[in-house]
């Protein structure tokens, strides 16, 4: 599913509806862009926005009702975990180790991050 990369606006969008704690009507969306997150988008471009997500099969749009709801088809943590597991196919060989190698020579860890990293890889077991 993350093969179909998201643009800024695509994961932006997605965003909002994610923090929702139900789906979202088109127009509770173009509210909060327009007035809440200060955007000056038209409806078309929300539309189309919204078309593109549902194409890549990260958002579902039920017209069963008077208006069309918008639901995420997949979960914010799923979508992270997908895409963490593509970096490390696609960058490192599908090799962890070589992920975290090329991690730490960017980035040192804490004793704490490494000791918290140990814990959890002793934890898979």
Request: charged share 25%; glycine share 4%; aromatic share 14%.
């Amino acid at each position: 599913m993350v093969r179909n990369a998201m643009s800024a606006t695509e994961y932006y969008i997605l965003n909002y509806l994610w923090s929702r704690e139900t789906p979202g009507t088109f127009s509770e969306i173009m509210n909060y862009f327009n007035n809440e997150a200060n955007k000056e988008w038209k409806k078309q471009t929300v539309n189309t926005f919204l078309t593109r997500l549902a194409q890549k099969g990260f958002l579902n749009i039920d017209k069963s009702g008077k208006r069309a709801i918008y639901i995420p088809a997949v979960t914010k943590q799923k979508y992270f975990e997908n895409y963490a597991q593509q970096i490390v196919d696609d960058s490192y060989e599908g090799s962890l180790k070589n992920f975290v190698s090329a991690f730490t020579n960017v980035r040192k860890l804490t004793e704490s991050e490494k000791e918290d990293l140990i814990n959890y890889i002793k934890g898979l077991n």
